[in-house]
């Protein structure tokens, strides 16, 4: 069965730091481009970050300088490296897979970690 | 950057019915790049849709997207039970950027 598992999220203080890690099975991870999205709340979906098969990395504004994406292939594993969190990046933070048939787009979802930053 | 509006924020409608839904892209998004998703409360999204109306593996018939350029419509012929959720539309024009739309929810009437 193709699956993604995320663990890792939590409370931290504003300021502080977490990683997060997806765990992938059933399908050749090394190949695909692999992605973080997230949902605050009540609110819409969010892209975060995006590494390709080569380990290149890919940010929105919000995010850049603030988290590190980075994939460990021997392992099947995706993980966020999140510092100087603020309150608004409270959120459920999803791993998420890019088809080979539209890059574009997230086929396969994990089922979610909860981040909560607060002090 | 893109933004994506979907209208209209909510949908009452009952089994059976015919349910349409919008996304408009503040400039024009290639067909390839636009993909519509089902979110159920507690779940993850799942993608319904790519390029703009390719059905994903094991999402029945009665889902069917369609447009171009800014304008693109999500389509479902005869609303189940099950379809009632929150659907976004999402871009991948601007790359490397993804954005999603701010969401259509669908609830019973």
């Known amino acids: 069965e193709v699956q993604l598992v995320e663990s890792g999220g939590g409370l931290v203080q504003p300021g502080g730091s977490l990683r997060l890690s997806c765990a992938a099975s059933?399908?050749?991870?090394?190949?695909?481009?692999m992605h973080w999205v997230r949902q605050g709340t009540g609110k819409g979906l969010e892209w975060v970050s995006a590494?390709?098969?080569?380990?290149?990395?890919y940010y929105p504004v919000s995010v850049k300088g603030r988290f590190t994406v980075s994939r460990e292939n021997a392992k099947n594993s995706l993980y966020l490296q999140m510092n100087s969190l603020r309150a608004g990046d409270t959120a459920v933070y999803y791993c998420?897979?890019?088809?080979?048939?539209?890059?574009?787009?997230?086929?396969?979802w994990g089922q979610g970690t909860m981040v909560t930053v607060s002090s | 950057e893109i933004v994506l509006t979907q209208s209209p924020g909510t949908l009452s409608l009952s089994p059976g019915e015919r349910a349409t839904l919008f996304c408009r892209a503040s400039?024009?998004?290639?067909?390839?790049?636009l993909a519509w998703y089902q979110q159920k409360p507690g779940q993850a999204p799942r993608l319904l849709i790519y390029?703009?109306?390719s059905r994903a593996t094991g999402i029945p018939d009665r889902f069917r997207g369609s447009g171009s350029g800014t304008d693109f419509t999500l389509t479902i012929s005869r609303l189940e039970p099950e379809d009632f959720a929150v659907y976004y539309c999402?871009?991948?024009?601007?790359?490397?950027?993804?954005?999603f739309g701010q969401g259509t929810k669908v609830e019973i009437k």
């Open positions: 998420a897979r890019a088809p080979r048939y539209d890059p574009g787009a997230f086929d396969i």
């Open positions: 059933g399908f050749m991870f090394s190949t695909y481009n």
């Open positions: 590494i390709g098969t080569a380990g290149d990395p």
């Open positions: 400039q024009s998004v290639t067909s390839t790049y």
């Open positions: 390029g703009a109306s």
């Open positions: 999402q871009q991948y024009e601007t790359s490397p950027t993804w954005t």
